[in-house]
């Protein structure tokens, strides 16, 4: 599927700035140039896919399913689905959280929606793609909501509501007067050009991550001895994936920028499962998020949120790891 | 005079549809009241799910996208 991207990428290095295949610097760029173009493409498809299927994903219906009685449990995993495919924006989710919970459902599947809904969203879908491969990939999407459908159903069971903020509270006891809804509809061919251009602006958004995470992968390929974290990080011993996730949970990088960096972690010894877990805490939890969700629920509840989710990071971390 | 509200907490989406609206506004010569409601608590009067909204006279008309200019001009006539 690539190999065209990698025949551009030999043609423009070795052919037109004519640097040595042979050579250190020859093989460090063409690395770069193919990677950059072929994360880039991935990139864009998969937003311009998630971005037709959001176009037509009806919320309002979605969130009246979610409000029906019996799903037998199975809310908790239809919400985590729906937080995967709704597109990640931060300043989304809490309008969404308190939607949800003043329509009635239940705060524990509403957690299970928020929970997966930045720990699985299209840029890092793309760049696991790009960096890791399809199997993998599927590895983090399925661990990601059951992640989330599970941790939802652990948090309803501590009975949370009391620990909401004053003005939510207000909100869920008296029903309020909501504004009328009239929407135009759009035909596909109208929609599309708004699409392609979403899709484009959150490509243009990344860019730079991209670069700079391939290009400080890529001089770590080069001057990182091989099998250095197995030597100095221990590898396999049991406390780097607590310390992965840890460390990784008040970072807010951008997915974009941190894969590729992860991947030469991978190369150099870390096992996969770990480096799973540092991403899920990457872009799972930060501290901008939890500074949104103050809004909403008090510092208690944001700490038993946290909590709830590293634990289980921390958990499926092993997991990966026993399983890969 | 038309009253419009943009609604959103402040990400860049909303930025452009508030921008798109004074563009469309330019465009057009019509006359109207913007306001923007940047607060959450504010917001969730209007049942907002997805950011921005667009809400022209108290009535949504665009939510959970960025509505482009000449859209507007159109929802505006």
């Known amino acids: 599927m690539f190999n065209w991207i990698q025949n551009f990428a030999d043609w423009l290095i070795y052919s037109v700035i004519g640097i040595g295949a042979e050579t250190h610097l020859g093989i460090a760029l063409n690395f770069f140039v193919y990677d950059v173009l072929k994360i880039l493409i991935l990139l864009f498809l998969i937003v311009f896919l998630m971005g037709i299927v959001n176009a037509y994903l009806p919320i309002e219906k979605l969130k009246n399913f979610l409000n029906r009685k019996k799903l037998y449990g199975l809310e908790y995993l239809f919400a985590s689905i729906f937080g995967a495919i709704t597109p990640f924006c931060s300043c989304s989710s809490v309008p969404l959280f308190i939607g949800f919970v003043q329509g009635g459902i239940p705060l524990g599947v509403t957690f299970a929606f928020l929970i997966t809904s930045p720990l699985v969203n299209e840029v890092a879908i793309a760049m696991f793609i790009g960096m890791f491969g399809l199997k993998a990939t599927l590895i983090y999407a399925t661990s990601g909501v059951l992640l989330g459908a599970i941790g939802g159903w652990v948090l309803s069971k501590f009975n949370l509501e009391s620990l909401l903020s004053d003005w939510v509270k207000k909100i869920l006891a008296n029903k309020m007067e909501h504004a009328e809804y009239e929407e135009a509809k759009l035909t596909f061919r109208q929609r599309l050009p708004e699409i392609t251009r979403g899709a484009w602006d959150i490509v243009k958004g990344v860019v730079l991550y991209v670069v700079i995470g391939i290009a400080i992968g890529a001089a770590m390929h080069g001057y990182v001895p091989e099998n250095f974290f197995e030597k100095y990080l221990g590898g396999g011993e049991w406390w780097t994936v607590p310390l992965a996730v840890i460390v990784a949970v008040p970072m807010y990088a951008n997915a974009a920028g941190i894969v590729p960096v992860i991947q030469v972690f991978v190369a150099k010894g870390v096992p996969l499962g770990t480096a799973i877990a540092f991403m899920m805490a990457t872009v799972g939890l930060s501290i901008p998020e939890a500074t949104l969700l103050k809004k909403v629920m008090s510092l208690k509840l944001i700490a038993i949120y946290f909590g709830v989710v590293t634990l289980f990071i921390i958990l499926s971390g092993y997991i990966f790891n026993i399983l890969l | ?77």
């Open chain 2, 1 to 77: 005079m038309k009253q419009i509200k943009v609604l959103g907490p402040g990400c860049a989406k909303c930025k452009t549809t508030h921008s798109n609206v004074l563009e469309a506004l330019k465009q057009s010569g019509i006359e109207a009241h913007v306001e923007k409601i940047e607060d959450i608590e504010e917001m969730m009067k209007y049942n907002v799910l997805t950011t921005p909204v667009l809400m022209i006279d108290d009535v949504v008309k665009v939510k959970g996208r960025v509505p482009q200019v000449s859209e507007i001009i159109d929802l505006l006539m």
